[in-house]
């Protein structure tokens, strides 16, 4: 069983960047791996994915301002986040994609305020 950690998340000001982080326990070269972002009292939504041929794909709502990108030799995935909106704060949790249950950490607040 794989285990996710997420870290970067935190305050920023809109219009402000952000980089997220999300360590694996194991091998992740060969996995199509995926942001989520979860608002309390919504689903858990795909944000953005990377396949194991390095090609991405965006939800609309970030298209243009979130970059993902994974570095398989040291089993990490990142979410850069530009031009920050208040609608992007939620809690971001990084799976596979598609996600398995069992994979879900506890994420990593992002709250975008002035």
């Known amino acids: 069983q794989v285990q996710f950690v997420e870290s970067g998340g935190g305050l920023v000001q809109p219009g402000g960047s952000l980089r997220l982080s999300c360590t694996a326990s194991?091998?992740?070269?060969?996995?199509?791996m995926g942001w989520y972002r979860q608002v309390p009292g919504r689903q858990r939504d795909l944000v953005a994915r990377v396949t194991s041929s390095y090609i991405t794909n965006y939800a609309d709502s970030v298209k243009g301002r979130f970059t993902i990108s994974r570095d398989n030799a040291k089993n990490m995935v990142y979410l850069q986040m530009n031009s920050l909106k208040p609608e992007d704060t939620a809690i971001y949790y990084c799976?596979?994609?598609?996600?398995?249950?069992?994979?879900w950490g506890r994420g990593t607040q992002v709250t975008v305020s002035s």
């Open positions: 799976n596979t994609y598609l996600p398995r249950v069992d994979y």
């Open positions: 194991g091998s992740i070269s060969l996995t199509y």
